[in-house]
């Protein structure tokens, strides 16, 4: 029963709001200790959670939370080691998956391939008159996106863009028009959900049924998967 009473007393001591004055002078007013740590207090503020060194508290709040300065030090050293070992291992992750991507595109034919075969008619409701500007700096990184095929062409897709994943540094607003240069007649069709990798590589520039001129990026396709649903995470 006193081991209850001295638990429940120091849980309430630690749960009440309270007010923190380094020896620096920095101040924390009405603030809650949510956790104890060797090294420092974890609070919680209006503003956010904070952590405060023990060595930048004075002496008595020092000695009231039971502070050890060796103990502090071996904690400090392992939540480095662990931190690094977490890094190391996201970096390793990550350059796997960028060797598996590239493995993945040196298999899958390049866009001027592809443009090589014989190409279908026009379909109806766009001018034969199209083409591709280059850019004159075209991106190298790889982007990953969703996208609705808007209209298959003789010589690509018009794909409207559903959500871009960041894999590349550009990402494109849900509804943007985007072109995949290629021949894709028979294989996909009007309203296909696919995921695409690629890199931007210019505009193309494409005449409505009734003359109007539209402009939308251009993506040299290195990867493209024909997708059921697309993925319940997506917005």
């Given at each position: 029963m006193k081991a209850s009473i001295v638990i429940s007393v120091l849980f309430a001591a630690v749960a009440l709001a309270d007010d923190f004055k380094t020896t620096?002078?920095?101040?924390?007013?009405?603030?809650?200790?949510?956790?104890?740590?060797?090294?420092?207090?974890?609070?919680?503020?209006?503003?956010?959670i904070?952590?405060?060194?023990?060595?930048?508290?004075?002496?008595?709040?020092?000695?009231?939370?039971?502070?050890?300065?060796?103990?502090?030090?071996?904690?400090?050293?392992?939540t480095a080691t662990d931190q690094h070992a977490l890094y190391l291992q996201t970096k390793e992750a990550k350059e796997r998956?960028?060797?598996?991507?590239?493995?993945?595109?040196?298999?899958?034919?390049?866009?001027?391939?592809?443009?090589?075969?014989?190409?279908?008619?026009t379909p109806k409701g766009f001018s034969p008159l199209r083409q591709i500007i280059?850019?004159?700096?075209?991106?190298?990184?790889?982007?990953?996106?969703?996208?609705?095929?808007?209209q298959v062409l003789d010589d690509g897709l018009l794909v409207r863009v559903h959500e871009t994943k960041?894999?590349?540094?550009?990402?494109?607003?849900?509804?943007?028009?985007?072109?995949?240069?290629?021949?894709f007649?028979?294989?996909?069709?009007?309203?296909?959900?696919?995921?695409?990798?690629g890199t931007f590589v210019g505009t193309y520039q494409y005449g409505s049924v009734i003359g109007a001129k539209r402009t939308a990026r251009a993506m040299q396709v290195r990867e493209i998967h024909k997708l059921v649903e697309f993925p319940p995470n997506l917005r």
């Open positions: 620096t002078g920095q101040e924390y007013k009405n603030v809650t200790v949510s956790r104890i740590e060797p090294d420092g207090l974890v609070v919680v503020a209006s503003y956010g904070i952590k405060i060194p023990f060595k930048e508290l004075p002496n008595e709040v020092q000695e009231k939370y039971h502070y050890d300065l060796a103990a502090a030090e071996k904690f400090a050293a392992q998956r960028q060797r598996e991507l590239e493995a993945t595109l040196k298999a899958q034919p390049t866009a001027a391939q592809a443009a090589s075969t014989p190409r279908a008619p280059a850019d004159e700096h075209p991106a190298t990184a790889m982007t990953a996106l969703y996208g609705t095929i808007r960041l894999i590349g540094p550009e990402r494109l607003p849900g509804g943007a028009i985007i072109f995949l240069p290629g021949t007649v028979d294989r996909f069709y009007d309203g296909d959900r696919i995921q695409v990798i």
